[in-house]
């Protein structure tokens, strides 16, 4: 339970930082904050790729603006990531260019229903969990293919 929570807010912060600028950093452009935080990369950072440059100075800066209990729990975020193994890590990151590539709508409508089922009482997720983990493949895709088909009008939640 918790791991997949943590998986989901991983890939949200990935989401955020992913989508790379194409204009290089200067070193000189950073604040103060940004290279301390980024010191280790201060002889090569002519030499890191554009793109890398302008992730970890985006990175850099939000470690620089985040609160003590912020850093705490990104530090958790991060060792959790660290723990995971290869293969689901690969996986995350391939969810994780699938919902670039969505809609900015919707994109929204999964952040929405998955706010939804984080505010459902606890039974409630075991319940729906449950019967998700029984369902054969088929049953799956068929339930994805009824959720996408339906009007989005009503909420899941008011039965």
Not at 77 to 99: G, P, S
Request: proline share 3%.
């Amino acid at each position: 339970m918790r791991v997949r929570w943590i998986v989901a807010v991983v890939c949200l912060l990935m989401l955020g930082t992913a989508a790379a600028d194409n204009h290089g950093v200067s070193w000189d452009s950073l604040s103060a904050g940004q290279q301390e935080m980024l010191g280790q990369f201060a002889e090569s950072w002519d030499s890191l790729p554009q793109d890398r440059q302008a992730r970890l100075a985006r990175g850099a800066e939000r470690w620089v603006n985040m609160t003590p209990e912020q850093r705490e729990n990104a530090k958790g975020r991060f060792k959790a990531w660290r723990e995971l193994d290869d293969e689901r890590r690969a996986a995350i990151r391939e969810r994780a260019e699938t919902f670039r590539q969505l809609s900015p709508e919707e994109q929204d409508r999964i952040r929405k229903n998955y706010q939804r089922y984080r505010e459902m009482n606890r039974d409630r997720r075991e319940q729906l969990r449950d019967r998700f983990r029984r369902m054969t493949p088929e049953q799956r895709q068929r339930l994805r293919d009824h959720l996408n088909d339906r009007p989005r009008t009503r909420t899941r939640d008011s039965r």
